[in-house]
Nanobody, 125 residues
Framework: QVQVVESGGGLVQAGGSLRLSCTAS????????MGWFRQAPGKERDGVSCITWSSTTYYADSVKGRFTISRDSAKNTLYLEMNSLKPEDTAMYYCAAGIPCTTAWATKPDHLTYRGQGTQVTVSA
């Protein structure tokens, strides 16, 4: 049974930092592309970043230079380090596995094989 579980969200002031984690089980983590996307209430799903099985990374323009995606295949864990957070980063953040990791997906994630339940990130002004 595949399980994808996100953690690390919370409330932070603008300019602050958070580190999200995503643990995946029941799948061959090391062979899969992984990614993060987000969705705010009443808004469309937006890509954030993705990382291929060989650790090539892609980012949405809105987070370039502020967010860093990484993976630890020994721990079956995906990370998203978020710095210089802005109120517009407020959203539910989701982890996705088995995705086509490309610049297009990092902008508009239209393919989700496996995904978690999300972790809320709220950035106050």
């Amino acid at each position: 049974q595949v399980q994808v579980v996100e953690s690390g969200g919370g409330l932070v002031q603008a300019g602050g930092s958070l580190r999200l984690s995503c643990t995946a089980s029941g799948l061959r983590f090391g062979d899969l592309n992984m990614g993060w996307f987000r969705q705010a209430p009443g808004k469309e799903r937006d890509g954030v970043s993705c990382i291929t099985w060989s650790s090539t990374t892609y980012y949405a323009d809105s987070v370039k230079g502020r967010f860093t995606i990484s993976r630890d295949s020994a721990k079956n864990t995906l990370y998203l380090e978020m710095n210089s957070l802005k109120p517009e980063d407020t959203a539910m953040y989701y982890c996705a596995a088995g995705i086509p990791c490309t610049t297009a997906w990092a902008t508009k994630p239209d393919h989700l094989t496996y995904r978690g339940q999300g972790t809320q990130v709220t950035v106050s002004a």
